[in-house]
Structure formats: C-alpha cells, structure tokens
C-alpha cells in the first residue's frame, strides 16, 4: 500500500517536504495550511487535496508531516499521535521541554513514530565528518567549533520568527542546528553558558549569540549563531580536533577578503535562510527518504530519535536561559 502523507504548513519548510516527498514512493495525499493561497500551490504542484482543517487532514493520511511555526508543533503533535498516525516534526520539536516530554510520551503511548527534523544530521560533510570520529581517525575529540550565521528572518506579513514568544529566538530556531549536531559527534552535554545580543538589547535589529557546551565526556564544544548577515548570505563551518587529528570545513579556504554588502529593502532574496549543499543530492531530500525508509522498514532505527530531538531541545533552552542571567546552566538528566 502507498505511504499516504499530509503536509501541516506550506511556508518555506513545508515547501520543501513537499518536494522530498514527491522523490519517493509514498503520496503526498492532503495539505492544510492556514495560508490557503500557499496550500493551493502546493496542491496544485503535487496533486494533494487541500483539507479545510487538520482533522480534516488526518482523516486522509497514514502520516502527518508538521512545519508550522514552532508553537504549534506541541497540540499539532499531540493530536495526530492520538489518531494513531505516524509523525513528522520540525526543528525544534517544541517551544519548552514540557511540551516536547508530552509530545515524546503521546507518541511513545500511541506506538507511532516521531521523527524530528534536524537534517544537519543529513549533510554530506557533517555526516562524512562525524563517520572519521567514530571510526577514530582523529582520536578522542576534544574541541568542536560550529558556525551558522544566516540573515534575520523576513516573512512579508506575521513574521513569528521575531516573536521569542512563539518561535523562541535564533538560539532556538537556528543554533539547535549545531546544538544537536555537537551532541551527535561529541555525546551527552553536561553544562551550557551561553552569551547573545538580543538578551541585552530586545530591541536589536539583528542577533548574534555564543555557546559553551560541556560534554559529559570533558569535550568542549564552541557554538557561533547569529541572524545577523545580510539577505541572501548563509555560512556554516564546522572544526572537530582529536588527540590525534583535525577535521575542518570549509577547509584551506584562500580567498584572501569577501565583501557582501546589503541591498535594498525590496530585493527579491529569499525569506528564510536555508544552508544548501552542492557535493550530492539534496539533504532535505536525503531526510525525507530515510524518513520514508523508516517508516517502511520494520525496526529500522532513525537516524534522529525523538529523545534526539528533545535533548537538542533542552540545550537550546539552556542557552536561552544562560544568555539571559549570565549564568551557566547545568542540564538534568532527561530520563
């Protein structure tokens, strides 16, 4: 029987799942999205139906793939694991650690997967990188360095990105990135301290901000973030030194001095910050078939659990909290 999935939102995330999809063999069946004009489109690019709700949605489907704003995902989740369907989320998986303990549970409970969306984990030199830790090629790691500064986020009406109420800020929205990446290569973290501009100022036109990991196993992981470069710049770097070795990317980088300069208030730019990889296919894509390849695949173990999705949730928060008293946060153990 063909996978039948439904698409929760159709901004730009939707957007994109809606075209990993269309590279496998499921369906996509229905999409719902408060942005009826941007639910048509996807509707009439893929052939879904557009449901009037998602109750309507979930009627339609074996697997409801949220990318809404990161305050919905919490009831959004709740709901589609009570109808028994499996579940795809977004980065982050929730707003606070609460909610996404509840959402893991729902899920857990109701025997349905919830596979999150961190698809850093997807790139090609971030996985190439983390597969040379772990066959030891750089001995014991001890330091990371992670980069990803993109432009603030600019939808042209309800932009939720810049409400911390609903999105939670860049630390949230774009760090977890690295936030999650770190844990993957250099394991469980123990303490976060965290520093970042619009703690100080709330009012900043732009935000930057740095976090100190500490793993549980001595390593240190240095964490650069920032909505802070002008449209359409994103850059991304990573540095892993071992006992043994150092990994780096970009790497050996000659260009002696980069100059980007902000254009008008009206260039046609895109609206969010989306890091694209030239060396294979897609890792947007590359997410959604493994996420496919797990939900056809009896016993298959994702690549991003759920518990992988609320422990980076728990380090951002921490760093939204040590940003904002100054202090270092010390995380509790999750389970």
């Given at each position: 029987m063909t996978l039948r999935v439904g698409l929760v939102g159709a901004g730009v995330m939707g957007q994109t799942h809606a075209a990993g999809w269309a590279r496998t063999p499921a369906r996509l069946a229905a999409v719902f999205a408060a942005d009826r004009s941007q639910a048509e489109v996807i509707s009439n690019k893929y052939g879904a139906a557009q449901a009037d709700s998602l109750e309507a949605l979930i009627d339609q489907v074996d697997v409801v793939d949220i990318c809404t704003?990161?305050?919905?995902?919490?009831?959004?989740?709740?709901?589609?694991?009570?109808?028994?369907?499996?579940?795809?989320?977004?980065?982050?998986?929730?707003?606070?650690?609460?909610?996404?303990?509840?959402?893991?549970?729902?899920?857990?409970?109701?025997?349905?997967q919830l596979l999150v969306g961190h698809v850093v984990r997807f790139?090609?030199?971030?996985?190439?990188?983390?597969?040379?830790?772990?066959?030891?090629?750089?001995?014991?790691?001890a330091v990371l360095r992670l980069t990803r500064c993109s432009f603030q986020p600019r939808l042209a009406a309800d932009n939720w990105f810049l409400d911390h109420e609903r999105s939670g800020g860049m630390m949230l929205d774009l760090m977890i990135h690295d936030f999650d990446y770190a844990r993957w290569v250099a394991g469980d973290v123990e303490s976060v301290f965290a520093r970042n501009v619009s703690s100080q100022d709330p009012n900043a036109p732009t935000d930057y901000g740095l976090a100190l990991l500490r793993h549980c196993n001595g390593a240190l992981s240095n964490i650069e973030g920032g909505w802070a470069y002008p449209p359409p710049m994103f850059r991304t770097a990573l540095e892993i030194a071992g006992d043994a070795g150092l990994i780096e990317h970009p790497a050996d980088s000659s260009v002696p001095l980069g100059v980007h300069l902000k254009k008008a208030a009206d260039d046609a730019g895109p609206d969010v910050g989306l890091p694209l990889s030239p060396l294979a296919e897609d890792p947007y894509v590359t997410e959604i078939r493994h996420f496919y390849d797990v939900l056809t695949t009896p016993g298959m173990t994702p690549r991003v659990?759920?518990?992988?999705?609320?422990?980076?949730?728990?380090?951002?928060?921490?760093?939204?909290?040590?940003?904002?008293?100054?202090?270092?946060?010390?995380?509790?153990?999750?389970?």
């Open positions: 704003p990161t305050h919905l995902h919490h009831a959004m989740v709740l709901q589609a694991a009570a109808a028994g369907k499996q579940v795809i989320c977004e980065k982050p998986l929730a707003r606070t650690l609460a909610q996404g303990r509840e959402m893991v549970q729902a899920c857990r409970e109701a025997g349905v790139f090609p030199e971030y996985a190439l990188a983390r597969q040379m830790v772990e066959r030891g090629d750089i001995g014991r790691v659990t759920a518990e992988d999705g609320l422990a980076a949730l728990q380090i951002a928060l921490a760093a939204i909290e040590s940003a904002r008293t100054g202090r270092r946060v010390t995380l509790e153990a999750l389970s």
